[in-house]
T-cell receptor, first 109, second 114 residues
Framework: GENVEQHPSTLSVQEGDSAVIKCTYS??????FPWYKQELGKRPQLIID?????GEKKDQRIAVTLNKTAKHFSLHITETQPEDSAVYFC????????FGKGTRLHILP | DAGVIQSPRHEVTEMGQEVTLRCKPI?????LFWYRQTMMRGLELLIY????????DSGMPEDRFSAKMPNASFSTLKIQPSEPRDSAVYFC????????????FGDGTRLSIL
């Protein structure tokens, strides 16, 4: 079955700098790659997703890249702000969705 | 759109008791997923349904866990008997149609087994 690895587990970034979170997946049949943000005590919320026919997608300060050959995808957050502090999960989906273990992002003042 | 609705939001009970968690998916969504989230193991998929039929229950920890979806607008996750190690946040999520659609999560049930 699908296996999703996510790195790093914790990331501290100075406010205004960029943050990058990387994930790899094992099942070449996976065709959908969402990213979720989870604030403390709240539910995971979709922030951006990418489908396998696209290599890159951007939404304001957030971008995601996908390399299907290497089976890895990344989340990029630019000009980080305090409200970006949260846990971020990547996921890969074919018939069912498998999540990475999460990255706890701290934005330092 | 009311979103995915879970109840209760919090549950505290003694070990050995039966626990029932409830979920109402978003209207029109035909896939429903149950997850368990802990610090140690992250977000684990327990079971998912497609058109009310269980498709994959390989994530269900053991026979003490069972899930049903009697109709398109309701699902339950039951633990009987409950144990302290079942303490976690349980999320329900739903999605519409094809596999490349986003999942929408409920607010979760925080379960504490004493």
């Amino acid at each position: 079955g699908e296996n999703v690895e996510q790195h790093p587990s914790t990331l501290s970034v100075q406010e205004g700098d960029s943050a990058v979170i990387k994930c790899t997946y094992s099942d070449s049949a996976s065709n959908y790659f969402p990213w979720y943000k989870q604030e403390l005590g709240k539910r995971p919320q979709l922030i951006i997703d990418i489908r396998s026919n696209v290599g890159e997608k951007k939404d304001q300060r957030i971008a995601v890249t996908l390399n299907k050959t290497a089976k890895h995808f990344s989340l990029h957050i630019t000009e980080t702000q305090p409200e970006d502090s949260a846990v971020y999960f990547c996921a890969a989906r074919d018939d069912k969705i498998i999540f990475g273990k999460g990255t706890r992002l701290h934005i330092l003042p | 759109d009311a979103g995915v609705i879970q109840s209760p939001r919090h549950e505290v009970t003694e070990m050995g008791q039966e626990v029932t968690l409830r979920c109402k998916p978003i209207s029109g969504h035909n896939s429903l997923f149950w997850y368990r989230q802990t610090m140690m193991r992250g977000l684990e998929l327990l079971i998912y349904f497609n058109n009310n039929v269980p498709i994959d229950d390989s994530g269900m920890p053991e026979d003490r866990f069972s899930a049903k979806m009697p109709n398109a607008s309701f699902s339950t996750l039951k633990i009987q008997p409950s144990e302290p190690r079942d303490s976690a946040v349980y999320f329900c999520a739903s999605t519409q149609g094809h596999s490349n659609q986003p999942q929408h999560f409920g607010d979760g049930t925080r379960l504490s087994i004493l």
